[in-house]
Every structure is written in structure tokens, then in C-alpha cells.
């Protein structure tokens, strides 16, 4: 430590004033220490409500733990024909090939039954009429709903 | 109840921590007041800050070593008020209010010049000066306050000391 370095450190202390804890020095703290202790009760209760709220959306959005209905609503899609139904409405003695099933989709044989459906009418007539009467050979539906008609209608429509 | 509570909790916290606060009072100012190169009322406002957050740390440091740990905030709100107040600090190019070798306000005059070599130091020379020549803090302990390196904190002393060197040097004769 140099002179310099030693004048510096009395310049240091003899610098110093007393300055006596007054009250209103006390005051201003104890204000200052109820302002801290609100201001931490807040953080405390804000975090605490933010930590609530967080485990509950994530207790909601976990899956498995909400009502377990996803299984039951998978039912299997019934099986269509695997062209598409026809748009226009227009009913032709051609149609055995593009008609559906006249039974419920609950009697819908699987998708593997496709091939055996009867062949178009290009082939034998007679051959169409019998696969119609046996299985589907209703004419093509003019709405949906007559998409269900009965066989021994669409027979007689086809024998018309 | 509550507040019956409250205060009870308060006595039982606070217990010792009124009578080190008026004991340690005026070295807690003038540190603030050296640390803040002479801002009388940043130093207030600091040593309060600093108090209240020594109250909240009480229990567990009463018993331990209060001083150090109200001095350990004192310098890094110093520093930070430094930051946040940068345009409160105006450095001057020449030291006012010379005194003469009779004049009864040399005391105050010398405090003033080294208040005002003290503020044009930066905020972490100027505490590690403070630390090391005031506190008379070895360097380890100036670097746990300051915390950075020792080697770190032995720069920035070193380099205040050569500052202050250069601005007082007009007014400092050598001893003896």
C-alpha cells in the first residue's frame, strides 16, 4: 500500500458523518417491509392460482383420463358398393349392376362379397334377372330412401 | 387473531433485528453514500431497500453474518441502481471547492472531492474500492460482494486506485 493508497483509506473514513436511526427512518422501513410482505402474499396467491388452473387444463386434456366413449363410437363404416351411387335419378333397366343392397347396413355382407355381385347386363339377361331376384337387383334409387326398397318391387319393376 | 398473528410472527422474526439496524445504521449510510459517490438520498434509498430485504432474510441470517450479507446487497443495488439511473451521475472535468489551509469546512470540501472523484468511477471500481479501502475487505471477500472472480475484483480496485490517482492527485499530498 502506497502513500497515496493509505491517504485514500483515511479520506474514506474520515469522511463519515453519524447519522442516527431516526424514527421516521423506522417508519419508512416498516413501511417498506408490509409493502414487500403484500407484495409477496400477491405473487404467492397468483402463482399458486396459476399453478391450480395449469394442472387441471393439463389433468382435462390427458387422454385416458376423461370419459371413455371414443371405443364405443367406433362402429365400422358400412360398406358401399364400390362404385358410386348415381347422381341423376333416372331409372334404367340397367341399373342391377350399380345398385345397392336393398338390406340394412347391418346385413351388409363384408368386402369380400363384392365379387360375386351380379354381373352387369351386358351378359346373359336371364342370368341378371336370377342374380336379381336372389340377391339385389332393385332399380337405382330415385332418393334415398327408396334405396331400401323391397326386392319383390324392384322384381316386378324389372319384369315391367 | 390475524393480525394478533401477524405481529407475534413479526416480534418473533424482527427479534435483535431493530437494535442491529440503529447500531449499524450510520456505516450502513455511508457505505450506500461512498458506494453512490455522495448521493445522499440514493444511499437512503438503498440501505432501506437493503434492510428490508435483510428483515425478510433475518432468521436465517442473524446469527450468521448480517452485516456482510447487507453489504452484498448493498453494492449489487448500487450497481443496478447505477444502470438504471445512469443520467443522475454527471461526471465534472475539475474537482470543485479547493479548501484552504485554514478553512473550517475542509472536512466538508475533502469529502465533497472525494465524493465527487468517487462518482466518475464506474459503478463496479467504485465498490470494489470502497470494498477493499473503506471495509478493508481482503479481496476474496471484495470478489464474493461483487460477485465475480478475484482476479476480476484485484482489476477493478486496481483500476479505481489509478483513477482516483489521477483525479485527486491535485488536492492529496503524501504523507509525512
Redesign the interface.
Known amino acids: 500500500m502506497d502513500?497515496?493508497?493509505?491517504?485514500?483509506?483515511r479520506?474514506?473514513?474520515?469522511?463519515?458523518?453519524?447519522?442516527?436511526?431516526e424514527p421516521r427512518?423506522?417508519r419508512?422501513?416498516y413501511q417498506?417491509?408490509r409493502a414487500?410482505?403484500r407484495a409477496?402474499l400477491l405473487w404467492r396467491a397468483g402463482g399458486s392460482a396459476l399453478a391450480v388452473t395449469g394442472l387441471g387444463a393439463a389433468l382435462a386434456l390427458l387422454p385416458g383420463t376423461g370419459p371413455e366413449t371414443r371405443p364405443a363410437d367406433r362402429r365400422p363404416l358400412p360398406a358401399t358398393s364400390p362404385t358410386p351411387p348415381p347422381a341423376s335419378p333416372a331409372p334404367t333397366t340397367s341399373a342391377p349392376g350399380t345398385s345397392r343392397p336393398p338390406t340394412d347396413a347391418t346385413t351388409i355382407p363384408p368386402r369380400d362379397a363384392t365379387p360375386s355381385y351380379p354381373p352387369p347386363p351386358s351378359a346373359t339377361p336371364g342370368a341378371g334377372l336370377r342374380g336379381a331376384t336372389s340377391s339385389t337387383s332393385a332399380p337405382p334409387p330415385t332418393h334415398a330412401t327408396r334405396a331400401s326398397s323391397t326386392p319383390a318391387d324392384s322384381a316386378s319393376a324389372d319384369g315391367g | 387473531m390475524f393480525e394478533c398473528g401477524t405481529v407475534g410472527m413479526e416480534r418473533f422474526r424482527a427479534d435483535g433485528f431493530d437494535e442491529f439496524v440503529a447500531a449499524r445504521w450510520s456505516a450502513l449510510l455511508h457505505v450506500a453514500r461512498l458506494l453512490t459517490g455522495g448521493d445522499r438520498q440514493r444511499a437512503e434509498d438503498l440501505v432501506q431497500e437493503a434492510l428490508v430485504k435483510l428483515w425478510f432474510a433475518w432468521p436465517k441470517v442473524a446469527e450468521q453474518a448480517p452485516e456482510a450479507y447487507v453489504r452484498q446487497i448493498l453494492v449489487r443495488l448500487a450497481a443496478r441502481s447505477a444502470r438504471r439511473r445512469w443520467w443522475g451521475e454527471r461526471p465534472v472535468g475539475d474537482v470543485p471547492d479547493r479548501p484552504q489551509p485554514d478553512d473550517v469546512s475542509s472536512a466538508v470540501a475533502e469529502r465533497s472531492r472525494l465524493e465527487a472523484a468517487l462518482a466518475q468511477l464506474p459503478p463496479r471500481q467504485r465498490a470494489a474500492v470502497v470494498l477493499r479501502y473503506y471495509e478493508d475487505l481482503p479481496e476474496g471477500q471484495v470478489a464474493q460482494a461483487l460477485g465475480c472472480p478475484v482476479g476480476t475484483a484485484r482489476s477493478h480496485a486496481s483500476r479505481g486506485v489509478a483513477r482516483l490517482r489521477q483525479l485527486l492527485s491535485d488536492s492529496v499530498r503524501p504523507v509525512g
Open positions: 502513500d497515496f493508497e493509505r491517504e485514500l483509506t479520506m474514506l473514513h474520515d469522511t463519515r458523518q453519524h447519522a442516527p436511526f427512518h423506522q419508512r422501513l417498506g417491509i414487500r410482505r409477496r
